[in-house]
């Protein structure tokens, strides 16, 4: 009997054995050795550049020159922006002043989806043919001061006006023969914004 029993147990200890080995944990990875692949992958998100705009003229939050300004030559800072959203049809600009009830000094739409950027001097113009499209809207002085930008004239003594350049990536434009008012343009905006970048220059009186 004892032999008997010897090799009855014996037969059901080497499967126990065999789960135990089976289910220890895997032995560590010896030092210095590389991480695996998937540890070292990066977000995709991780890999798209900033949208952002800047300018020649001045740096955010910095001092706007009076050339700018109605002071000055009264012409546009030439701006440049990066890292266009993907999908992007055409870009749309707006210069308000927040500081004036939002006073509206430039805007700009159907600007071409390879456009990195608008020259000094912007020509005051309904519609440009450089960059090729681009239609522009009055101002807050209406009508009678034509299309296109016009610069900074806050009143002497109101402290730092803050000029915001916005720079809007659209996936859609604008019928050729569109015109908007920046109410309008805003509006028309709406569901179509890949993404925006900001640019502010400072001026006073």
């Not at 800047?54 to 030439?78: C, Q, W």
């Not at 309904?126 to 807050?140: H, I």
């Amino acid at each position: 009997m004892t032999t008997l029993s010897s090799i009855v147990l014996g037969s059901f200890a080497l499967p126990v054995v065999t789960a135990l080995v089976m289910q220890s944990p895997p032995a560590a990875a010896p030092a210095g050795e590389a991480p695996s692949p998937a540890a070292k992958e990066v977000p995709k998100d991780a890999a798209k550049a900033e949208f952002t705009v800047t300018s020649p003229a001045f740096k955010n939050n910095e001092r706007l020159p009076v050339e700018y300004s109605t002071d000055g030559e009264n012409v546009s800072p030439a701006i440049a922006w990066e890292g266009t959203p993907a999908g992007t049809k055409s870009f749309a600009l707006i210069c308000h002043d927040p500081d004036a009830g939002q006073f509206i000094h430039w805007i700009a739409w159907n600007i071409p989806a390879d456009c990195k950027g608008l020259p000094r001097g912007v020509k005051r113009a309904a519609t440009l043919e450089d960059p090729k499209g681009m239609r522009q809207g009055f101002t807050g002085w209406g009508k009678s001061k034509g299309e296109g930008y016009l610069g900074p004239a806050p009143g002497p003594g109101s402290g730092d006006h803050h000029y915001t350049f916005t720079v809007v990536a659209l996936d859609t434009e604008f019928p050729a023969d569109k015109v908007f008012t920046a109410r309008e343009l805003r509006s028309a905006m709406r569901g179509h914004v890949l993404g925006k970048a900001e640019l502010v220059g400072v001026f006073s009186r």
